[in-house]
């Protein structure tokens, strides 16, 4: 007879014990970007919620971002990067097709030798990150995660495109997952539908580009109201099945944190769950913009720092984007 | 039940209303959604979503692009009631 294998063993519950946030420095105001796609300050603001995006400048990449909000995360959360067993990373603005962002980051903030991987779930990503790094902890594959958003954004902005591009911004938003000694994540519900996997995503492959010397860089582009429907109905379905899945009710939360796509989509969003008044709902895209997977822990971030009496409270996060994905989880908020 | 021309307009003014403010008298068939009503993208899609519910029809997303008065979208709605 063989010998018997050892498996992992974890800690029974976890929760987000820190986050940390990294924004573009540069207010791009809707005047800034109105003149290519013909538009107005009023335009902007009255379709989109949208002030000003943060940008990036030329020398700063998406990994600059994340190594920023990742040493707050880390060091809010009182650990040493050694500890981070497993480093994810989710992202569309990775420099190259490979290596990962997620093994640069390990390497810059100290957590070499820890397991390091992207995931590309677009504007779900940050919620994919927290339902891996939940598993792996009650696995016992890591005791600390470090799960990031982050994006460059404004490097697959077209300047005459009306779609989506005059929505997005750069930044990066990170938190460590650890052992609890209650439940803090409750179960995630996630999924995709590969059906609408045209909605939004880049306007051609990087191959056609790089056979038309003369062509342009793919950039983003949406269809903007097959994804608003999406976004509002199909996902407040989610967003109940998530509440459902924590075993809570609205009025149990303290917050509601969409992905920051547009304030429109928040607003109906918010409409639908019908939630009490004193959940507080995230409207970062006001002034940081769409930064896709970053989205969620900016404006969970931001929150905090505006109302630091939720701390401890209850949120629903929900992210959806390209793919067609989506995830969903209540938190216990750090 | 299925509903008459005349209350799928009538509905469809109230969902209009709700939506933008828009009078209710202001919303008849010959009214183009975007250059009469001035009604955008999306609240033409919260608009189309609300009629779905209202009167137990499908408007799939690439039928709204053809609907550009309240007329094409009273047609199609009486037209697609089972």
């Known amino acids: 007879m063989s010998a018997a294998l050892t498996p992992s063993v974890g800690s029974p519950f976890t929760r987000i014990l820190a986050l940390g946030a990294a924004r573009g420095e540069n207010a791009v105001t809707n005047d800034d970007i109105a003149g290519p796609i013909d538009s107005s300050d009023e335009w902007i603001r009255q379709r989109t919620g949208v002030i000003t995006r943060m940008r990036a400048g030329e020398g700063v990449e998406a990994v600059d971002l994340a190594e920023a909000a990742s040493r707050e995360a880390i060091e809010k959360a009182g650990i040493e990067p050694s500890q981070v067993g497993a480093v994810i990373v989710s992202t569309i603005s990775n420099t190259v097709q490979t290596p990962s962002l997620a093994a640069l980051l390990a390497e810059r903030v100290g957590a070499n030798p820890a397991a390091a991987y992207d995931v590309s779930a677009a504007c779900a990503g940050y919620t994919y990150g927290i339902a891996q790094a939940d598993a792996l902890v009650r696995a016992g594959l890591a005791q600390y995660v470090l799960v990031v958003g982050a994006e460059k954004l404004s490097d697959f902005a077209k300047p005459t495109d009306r ?78 099945k998530a509440l459902d899945a924590a075993g809570v009710r609205p009025e149990d939360l303290a917050a509601f944190i969409p992905h920051q796509a547009n304030m429109r989509i928040i607003d109906e969003f918010a409409k639908q769950l019908k939630l009490p008044e004193h959940v507080v709902v995230a409207r970062d895209i006001a002034t940081t913009g769409n930064t896709s997977a970053a989205s969620i822990p900016l404006a969970t971030h931001a929150l905090l720092a505006e109302h630091p009496e939720l701390s401890g409270g209850l949120a629903l996060q929900i992210g959806f984007g390209a793919g067609l994905v989506y995830g969903a989880q209540v938190v216990r908020l750090p | 039940m299925a509903f008459t021309s005349e209350e799928v307009l009538a509905g469809l003014a109230e969902l209009i209303n709700d939506e933008t403010g828009i009078a209710t008298d202001s919303v008849a068939l010959d009214k183009s959604f975007t250059d009469d009503l001035d009604i955008d993208s999306i609240s033409m899609m919260t608009i189309v979503v609300n009629a779905e519910e209202k009167f137990d029809v499908k408007i799939p997303d690439e039928e709204v692009k053809n609907l550009t008065t309240v007329g094409d979208a009273v047609t199609f709605i009486v037209n697609a009631q089972g």
């Open chain 1, 163 to 240: 779609t989506i591009s005059f929505l997005l911004g750069d930044g990066a938003g990170a938190a460590i997952v650890g052992p609890a000694d209650e439940p803090g994540i409750a179960a995630t519900v996630w999924g995709s539908d590969g059906s609408k996997w045209d909605a939004v995503g880049m306007d051609r492959p990087l191959k056609d580009a790089f056979a038309d010397p003369d062509g342009e860089f793919p950039t983003l582009r949406q269809e903007g109201q097959t994804v608003f429907r999406w976004a509002v109905w199909e996902m407040a379905k989610v967003a109940q």
